[in-house]
């Protein structure tokens, strides 16, 4: 917050006090014009006087602390061993696991979507039995830890040793038939515990994102006799994108983290690997570093594609699109450069902010048009 303190002039000469010295001048009363107009302000005449934020700068002067003494003890503690991080990180069974955890990742968040797209709109369809079934889907595999369903599906063998086709009711599989350990392989079984726990919360992220959108949308779109599906894809889908992607993104990211839970049906994925190799050479430190900083850079990858995206349907619901980082490192570069006075412009406007930069000459003859005479 910023105060502002005009700076008056003085009118007429000051008296002085015989054998104390001068008085100080008394500031002078604005002059008001004959017809009763506001008085002029020039912007020039204004002191800006700035609030000391003391408390905001002793707690941001803690954090630098905090974050230096880190930084040096990442660097003078040998306890991180930080050659063997380097010889790792790059190796073979990282970048295996590191491949895995990606195509595991990728193939079931897909398929969680989709499933949870067609779950959100049975969930919200007139059909009871529809409602109830998807419904059910929901809550059952909300209920099973992730881990409990990726054991049960490795293992569906012991259950039903034979899957095929045939005669209702009956274990007559005279169409086809298949061993149930060669049909769920332990890449199967990784993909069905992943994909329908995905599903699951998918389902209920994308129904709540499809109610933020008004209803009036719906109605007025089925007054101008749009059909349903088209509705969907072209009216509600783009606007509840909006409230799906945050929370969509945020499960993607706890789908990567969720892979390294595979161990238990001994997938090679990248915390796998790296448990392999610290059980073999001890190095437990520098290794769950090397799968830290792989999970970082994942994750820090999938938070800037989801601002992206949200900056791609925010286009529906703003005048002007939000500056992006480059954006706004640009225009602050421009702003510092302005206040070394090397530069007669003003600062570089924000993308989007639609007004280019105004010299102190505009800026009078602005301030003139809006305090003037009243005529």
Known sequence: MTDTVPRTGTA????????TGSVDPAPAAPVVPADG???RVDLGDIRVVRTKHWFRWALAAIVVFVVAQFAWSLVTNENYEWDYFAQYFFSEPILQGLGLTLVYTGVSASIGFVLGTVLALARLAKSPLLNAAAWSFIWFFRSVPLVVQLVVWYNLGYLYPTLGLGTPFTTDFWIVEFPTVQLISAF???VLGLSLHQAAYSAEIIRGGLLSVDQGQLEAAAALGIPPRRRLSRIVLPQAMRSIIPNATNEVIGLVKGTSVLFV????ELFYAVQVIYNRNSRVIPLLLVAVVWYTIITTILSVLQYYIERH?????????????????????????ARLGDSDRGPAPLAGAGAPPIDR????SRNDAKFGDDA
């Open 12 to 19: 007429g000469s000051t008296a002085g006090t015989a054998g």
């Open 265 to 268: 049906i001994a997938i090679p």
């Open 188 to 190: 199967a079984a990784g």
């Open 361 to 364: 000459a505009t800026r009078n």
């Open 313 to 337: 349907y925010a286009r529906g619901s703003v005048r002007v699109l939000p500056p992006t980082p480059l954006q706004k490192a640009r225009h602050w570069i421009s702003v510092q450069w």
């Open 37 to 39: 107009a506001r008085p």
